[in-house]
């Protein structure tokens, strides 16, 4: 079966036919309903179009006088390459000046969050050669009603 968009209309051309999609598809093809010229079914992904009137029982994808080839099923595309597994960040509360830190470790100081970047103790954010800033503290926003 040949089909092509039909430049003037937008649809799709079926052997001179034109198929509103919009009113033929029918959903996911049924053993147990009859179908009428026209109408349109998935079955197993592709997308078949009933080429005769009183078109019940008969599987799309196995009977090609019943059923024509709207779209097709594409080959499988290449497997995607699995992305590395990130190291997670480990809060530990507010900056403390005794608490030794590790590269990763998150604390809160000033209303901020910072992640350590090198191991140290004693640095205190925000200090860069040790701490990157993650979230920064805002402003003040307007009081609300009371009431």
């Known amino acids: 079966m040949r089909t092509k968009v039909n430049p003037e209309t937008g ?22 309903v009859t179908y009428a010229k026209g109408q349109a079914v998935s079955y197993g992904g592709p997308l078949y179009v009933s080429l005769l009137d009183a078109n019940t029982g008969h599987q799309p994808d196995a009977n090609p006088t019943w059923w024509g080839d709207v779209t097709q099923r594409g080959d499988p595309g ?4 699995p992305g590395v597994d990130g190291v997670g960040f480990t809060p530990r509360g507010a900056w403390s000046a005794v608490a030794t830190y590790a ?4 604390v809160r100081q000033d209303g901020s969050s910072y992640s350590c970047v090198a191991a140290h103790s004693g640095q205190v954010p925000p200090n860069v050669a040790y701490w990157e800033l993650l979230v920064e503290k805002g402003d003040p926003g307007v009081p609300g009603d009371p009431g």
């Open 11 to 32: 649809r799709l051309d079926l052997v001179g036919d034109t198929l509103d999609l919009g009113n033929a598809y029918q959903g996911v093809w049924s053993g147990s």
């Open 78 to 81: 290449a497997p995607g390459v």
């Open 103 to 106: 590269p990763n470790d998150v």
